[in-house]
């Protein structure tokens, strides 16, 4: 527990909370951001409510049964060139985000349930692109993100979109496929 001791700690702790997105606005904006630098929306999981997005659900490989037990969603993804943006999105750093990404990238039978689970809701047609790659068999086309209201460390292979209301920064991390100049071309 913190014990704050002066009304300045708090106005600035208020503060701090205003300034960080709800988890909603944060798709929002992360989807103008990514539209804005060239990639195309595919799909992805929208925090409380419909978007006009595919839902993508990525069924897990190693369960057998009926239903959507042990299912991945993943909040956006996109697409540029031949590679593909995972971008999860929330108010505070995850953890769970982290291994979840983490997960679908190592595991080439998650990668083939991505490829799967975006093939049949025909979203590569759905945005004209015709030179589908596959990402099963190729886990360096597959860019693992996130998205925050706020700075924070992550690994060096992923990609951070700090989003705030008027703005954002894109942080690259050193082992990432990707860089800067090709997320903002």
Same mark, same amino acid.
Request: aromatic fraction near 8%; glycine fraction near 6%; include cysteine.
């Given at each position: 527990? +913190?014990?704050?001791?002066?009304?300045?700690? +708090?106005?600035?702790?208020?503060? *701090?909370?205003?300034?960080?997105?709800?988890?909603?606005?944060?798709?929002?904006?992360? $989807? /103008?951001?990514?539209?804005?630098?060239?990639?195309?929306?595919?799909? =992805?999981?929208?925090?409380? =409510? /419909?978007?006009?997005?595919?839902?993508?659900?990525?069924?897990?490989?190693?369960?057998?049964?009926?239903?959507? !037990?042990?299912?991945?969603?993943?909040?956006?993804?996109?697409?540029?060139?031949?590679?593909?943006?995972?971008?999860?999105?929330?108010?505070?750093?995850?953890?769970?985000?982290? $291994?979840?990404?983490?997960?679908?990238?190592?595991?080439?039978?998650?990668?083939?349930?991505?490829? /799967?689970?975006?093939? *049949? !809701?025909?979203?590569? @047609?759905?945005?004209?692109?015709?030179?589908?790659?596959?990402?099963?068999?190729?886990?360096?086309?597959? +860019?693992?993100?996130? =998205?925050?209201?706020?700075?924070?460390?992550?690994?060096?292979?992923?990609?951070?979109?700090?989003? @705030?209301?008027? !703005?954002?920064?894109?942080?690259?991390?050193?082992?990432? $496929?990707?860089?800067?100049?090709?997320?903002? *071309?």
């Amino acid at each position: 527990m +913190i014990i704050l001791s002066s009304k300045l700690e +708090i106005k600035t702790v208020v503060n *701090s909370l205003k300034e960080n997105l709800s988890e909603s606005e944060i798709y929002i904006r992360a $989807k /103008t951001i990514l539209v804005e630098n060239g990639w195309t929306l595919l799909g =992805g999981e929208p925090p409380d =409510g /419909t978007d006009n997005l595919p839902r993508i659900e990525l069924k897990n490989p190693h369960y057998s049964g009926k239903g959507s !037990k042990g299912s991945k969603k993943v909040d956006l993804i996109a697409i540029k060139s031949d590679r593909i943006l995972l971008l999860e999105l929330k108010r505070f750093y995850s953890e769970s985000d982290i $291994k979840k990404l983490n997960e679908i990238f190592s595991d080439e039978e998650w990668r083939i349930a991505l490829d /799967t689970a975006l093939e *049949s !809701k025909k979203v590569f @047609q759905r945005v004209g692109v015709k030179d589908v790659p596959c990402f099963g068999n190729n886990k360096d086309l597959i +860019i693992r993100a996130v =998205g925050l209201s706020k700075e924070h460390i992550i690994p060096n292979d992923f990609l951070l979109i700090i989003v @705030q209301k008027d !703005k954002y920064r894109v942080r690259v991390g050193d082992l990432c $496929k990707i860089d800067k100049e090709f997320f903002n *071309s």
